[in-house]
């Protein structure tokens, strides 16, 4: 029968981690301790206490076999102090199976013998089943008090052998197991301090005064600190991801106070302007408030909003309550602000901005002053009505608009329509901070400070007067009766009858997005806002999701052959209908897949078309006729002339084409009405 190879790296592991562990024992030190005030009170010729501390050892620790040791403190079967046996490997034997155990020879133990780390034996001549403390000397001299000695025990050069042979088995074993024991560090410690007699132990300042074999305090047992590997430079790598937004520097924060209390500190008649640099001021000077008028500097240059949100931001900071859960939004809608009676104060505004201001972003401010509610972290469409409002007040390109109330409700539910089509990227009315980060909000709502034009589109975006213009106009030509909402009648002569009747049923039956009337079977304006910028402006992928979705008739996330034949079957009787010359359904779909190259062989999915750049052209091949011929009889120069205009969207150049058209019609009228008006006024 042959026997299992032993484990000879495992068993040393083992082994010393036993060891290390039983001279770290409480126990084990009192015993020391207890040896060295006995050895200082032996003198020549008297005889140890040898028989109590044969008991002691081995009441603390059953892994020390002491049956095999005299009186004398000599092994009975061979030439050591005191033995160590394996432990026992089930805990149900007995301690007469544990002692013959370690008579048992096993070539594991001698890798670990003692003596012959010395040079004194060859590894494979020490008694075999015993790990040897320390080598009796052969002719030991007497104890003296400066050095004690014991029988069995040597506390000189074998303490000395004692503390080389860990570090010699500390570095053997380094390469069988990286992870150190507890008790490892600690141990070349206590032994760091018997006083050898070949050799002096380097002692730090703070043990200086330790009495050679004292037991090891807590400051003797601390760690060795790790070496710092030597070879390149750690790489700093600074915190690139910020949730809520990368917060300004503190010389920003106090250049910001720095501003606000100087717009705070009363001046006295006649005296200089103070210096803006090498002078802070306290609080106690700043007794001053500021009215409405004089506020709008600390809206831009210390809170870093838009001007126009002055009054916005003075409202909040007059009804603002430190530490309150939420805004008094009542009251700031209620409150009424006088010209130059109501003011801020300095501590007014310090509590503002200390909790709302302090350690945000420029973005984090514009985003958490537009909410309206602190627990929210989004914001939603009725946040957006207020600032709209002010944009109407302030903006000097809408005041033609005051004479208007009526248009003035459609232009802000237009805009807000717009924003949250191009900002809300989960179509669930909510625009969060993502969202938020993502968008042109920011920039936009900024540009309106110095932009006096709010019909340059490449800049105010959502605000552009002639986008409403052209967006309402519209509606109100298909809307005949005049209900605000629409038919499927009413929304099939969008665009000359441009669309199937196909798409238009998949539309009213929300498939493209769920319609947001409180009517039935009705498109309100909001739902013909999103359908009017999506079917103009097929580059983006708000658009392109809507008609991927209008046209997946089974839901399955893919477009396939079966799906293309049903919508292109309709416009190609269309194309017969209007004495088109027809394509063939297979022609149009080579055509097609060459444009799109999808991914997979088994449908198109979502990803091909937002990465295609002409996937517009693809859904206008299946269900509007109009902008199919125009793309099949195009002239290249024509289109390159479009791509120069200072519009950069199709949605751009659409509205301005619009635009013109209609307000050349509507100049047309008046000219025409006036002729007739005076036509009856000569007549009569």
């Not at 026992?88 to 070539?107: D, E, F, K």
């Not at 870093?304 to 009542?330: H, Q, S």
Request: hydrophobic share 35%.
């Amino acid at each position: 029968m042959t026997s299992k190879p032993l484990n000879v790296q495992s068993a040393k592991v083992k082994l010393n981690e036993l060891f290390i562990y039983w001279l770290t024992l409480p126990e084990t030190q009192e015993m020391i301790t207890k040896l060295e005030r006995a050895g200082g009170k032996m003198g020549a010729g008297t005889v140890p206490e040898h028989e109590i501390l044969v008991d002691q050892l081995q009441a603390i620790s059953p892994m020390i076999s002491l049956d095999r040791v005299d009186s004398n403190g000599s092994e009975r079967g061979g030439g050591g102090n005191l033995s160590f046996t394996s432990p026992p490997r089930s805990p149900r034997a007995s301690p007469s199976h544990v002692a013959r155990q370690s008579q048992i020879a096993s070539p594991l133990v001698d890798e670990l013998d003692v003596a012959h780390r010395q040079g004194a034996m060859s590894p494979h001549g020490s008694p075999r089943g015993v790990h040897r403390l320390a080598s009796p000397e052969p002719n030991p001299a007497p104890s003296s008090p400066g050095k004690p000695r014991m029988a069995g025990l040597s506390l000189g050069s074998p303490a000395q052998s004692l503390q080389s042979d860990i570090s010699s088995f500390n570095q053997s074993m380094g390469g069988a197991s990286t992870t150190s024991s507890p008790g490892s560090q600690s141990l070349s410690a206590a032994f760091a301090h018997i006083d050898a007699p070949n050799q002096q132990p380097s002692l730090s300042a703070s043990h200086k005064n330790v009495s050679p074999l004292s037991t090891p305090t807590t400051e003797m047992l601390q760690p060795v600190p790790k070496k710092k590997l030597t070879g390149e430079p750690r790489i700093h790598i600074p915190r690139f991801y910020f949730p809520k937004g990368k917060a300004p520097l503190n010389e920003d924060t106090e250049r910001q106070w720095s501003i606000a209390k100087r717009c705070y500190e009363t001046k006295k008649p006649g005296a200089k302007a103070p210096s803006r640099t090498g002078r802070k001021l306290s609080d106690a000077k700043m007794d001053k408030a500021l009215t409405l008028k004089a506020f709008v500097e600390l809206t831009s240059r210390v809170c870093l909003l838009p001007k126009w949100m002055n009054e916005i931001v003075f409202r909040r900071v007059l009804c603002y309550t430190p530490g309150a859960a939420n805004y008094d939004k009542e009251k700031e809608r209620s409150i009424t602000i006088h010209a130059t009676n109501t003011t801020v104060s300095y501590q007014k505004f310090k509590d503002f901005f200390e909790h709302e201001m302090v350690g945000k972003s420029k973005e984090r401010r514009l985003f958490d002053s537009i909410k309206w509610d602190k627990t929210r972290e989004h914001i939603i469409p009725s946040d957006l009505t207020p600032l709209i409002r002010e944009i109407l007040l302030v903006h000097p390109g809408l005041e033609f608009l005051k004479v208007t109330p009526d248009f003035q409700d459609r232009y802000a539910d237009t805009v807000r329509i717009r924003i949250m089509y191009s900002t809300a990227m989960r179509d669930d009315s909510i625009i969060t901070w993502a969202d938020f980060c993502n968008s042109t909000l920011f920039d936009v709502l900024h540009i309106l400070d110095t932009e006096s034009d709010i019909n340059v589109s490449n800049k105010t975006e959502y605000f552009s007067y002639e986008h409403f213009y052209v967006l309402y106009c519209k509606f109100w030509e298909l809307d005949t009766d005049h209900d605000f909402y629409l038919s499927k009648e009413d929304l099939a002569k969008y665009g000359n009858y441009c669309l199937t009747s196909g798409i238009i049923d998949r539309i009213f039956s929300g498939k493209g997005r769920m319609l947001r009337s409180d009517v039935p079977g009705k498109m309100s304006y909001e739902d013909f806002v999103w359908f009017c910028l999506c079917e103009e402006d097929k580059t983006t992928a708000r658009s392109l999701e809507y008609w991927f979705k209008c046209t997946d008739n089974d839901e399955d996330g893919l477009l396939s052959g079966f799906e293309l034949n049903f919508y292109f079957k309709e416009q190609k009787q269309r194309m017969e209908a209007s004495f088109q010359e027809t394509i063939s359904y297979d022609d149009i779909l080579c055509q097609m897949i060459d444009m799109i190259h999808p991914e997979g062989i088994d449908g198109l999915r979502l990803s091909d078309f937002k990465n295609c750049r002409l996937s517009g052209n693809f859904f206008n091949a299946l269900f509007n006729l109009t902008k199919f011929i125009a793309f099949e009889q195009r002239d290249p120069f024509m289109a390159h002339a479009e791509k120069q205009m200072v519009e950069k969207t199709d949605w751009d150049r659409f509205a301005k084409i619009e635009y013109d058209r209609m307000s050349h019609e509507a100049g047309e009228q008046e000219d025409i009405s006036e002729d007739f008006g005076i036509g009856l006024y000569d007549g009569g």
